[in-house]
């Protein structure tokens, strides 16, 4: 069974980063899929970045551009988003996914098997 725990969440001040990461367990994870989903009150949970098992380009939503970036160490089983510029309306919780199923990116949640438990990203303006 996989398993993936995130860490790295906090309140950070509107221009600050912080660096989430999101350890896997129990399965392959150089095979997978991953992404970072972010679920904010009231609202569906929405795509924020993904990256592929190969060394295809990340994916990632338009409004976090040049801001974010994810990236991935196979070596230990993390996956990692580094968000720098942060601002108010990226508050929310985030969520790791793995997708062990699919050769391309998808940005559906319904697409990965796979979640951690989400951790808190609160940016004070």
């Known amino acids: 069974q996989v398993q993936l725990l995130e860490s790295g969440g906090g309140l950070v001040q509107a221009g600050g980063s912080l660096r989430l990461s999101c350890a896997a367990s129990g399965g392959t994870f150089s095979k997978y899929v991953m992404c970072w989903f972010l679920q904010a009150p009231g609202k569906e949970r929405e795509f924020v970045a993904a990256?592929?098992?190969?060394?295809?380009?990340?994916n990632y939503k338009d409004s976090v551009k040049g801001r974010f970036t994810i990236s991935r160490d196979n070596a230990k089983n993390t996956v990692y988003l580094q968000m720098n510029s942060l601002k108010p309306e990226d508050t929310a919780v985030y969520y790791c996914?793995?997708?062990?199923?699919?050769?391309?990116?998808?940005?559906?949640?319904?697409?990965?098997?796979?979640w951690g438990q989400g951790t808190q990203v609160t940016v004070s303006s």
């Open positions: 990256i592929s098992q190969s060394a295809r380009p990340p």
């Open positions: 996914a793995a997708d062990e199923s699919s050769y391309f990116i998808f940005r559906i949640p319904a697409t990965y098997e796979h």
